[in-house]
């Protein structure tokens, strides 16, 4: 029986991403855990998976918990990744599922 396995995940090339997250995020030092959380949270909505686009690039808001403050951030997908930046200096980095 063969079983197929996915590529294995790791960290985003650089060393801007200090942090990784639950759930495979990966943060910036001006970027919270939960915020960016937030923002994997509304890419997903702004583009549902399977969803047929061609942008590569979205705008979207996320709220943040530490700050109790909503903030602008721009995705780029690049493969199966997405890099968000805005807000104060954030970062955001997750896969794509």
Known sequence: MYQFHPPRRHSPPGGEFITECAGALFV??????PFAQN??????LANPKGAASGASSWVID???PVTNQNYTMT????????????GN????FFYIE
């Open 75 to 86: 995705c780029v997908r690049e493969g199966d990744a997405v890099i968000c930046r805005g």
């Open 62 to 64: 996320a709220w943040s």
């Open 89 to 92: 200096d954030a970062a955001v």
């Open 28 to 33: 910036n030092s001006h970027t919270s855990c």
């Open 39 to 44: 923002v994997a949270g509304q890419y997903n």
